[in-house]
């Protein structure tokens, strides 16, 4: 029978060499090239530069609201004080 420490280090070789075939790529950096510079890959960059633009007008947007949301907050605020001062 094996033992735990045995056991453990099968499992971790096993874990390095799977994680090794996973991340290894069998493209050449000629191949990616040429893959980049296709129909497919023009459209996928492009895509990515539309989701990094629309990613920076979200961010933008998000804090447009909050500065909208801040001042709503305060013209609350602001009303529920003169409500008080008109009730005195």
């Known amino acids: 029978m094996y ?5 453990l280090g099968i499992l971790l070789l096993a874990a390095f060499v799977s994680f090794g075939a996973c991340t290894r790529s069998s493209e050449s950096a000629t191949q990616r090239h040429d893959d980049a510079n296709s129909p497919a890959g023009k459209v996928g960059q492009a895509a990515h530069t539309v989701a990094v633009h629309t990613e920076k007008a979200a961010k933008v947007a998000g804090q447009k609201l909050a500065k909208a949301a801040h001042q709503a907050h305060e013209g609350w605020k602001e009303a529920a004080r003169q409500d008080k001062n008109k009730s005195k």
């Open 3 to 7: 033992s735990l420490r045995t056991g």
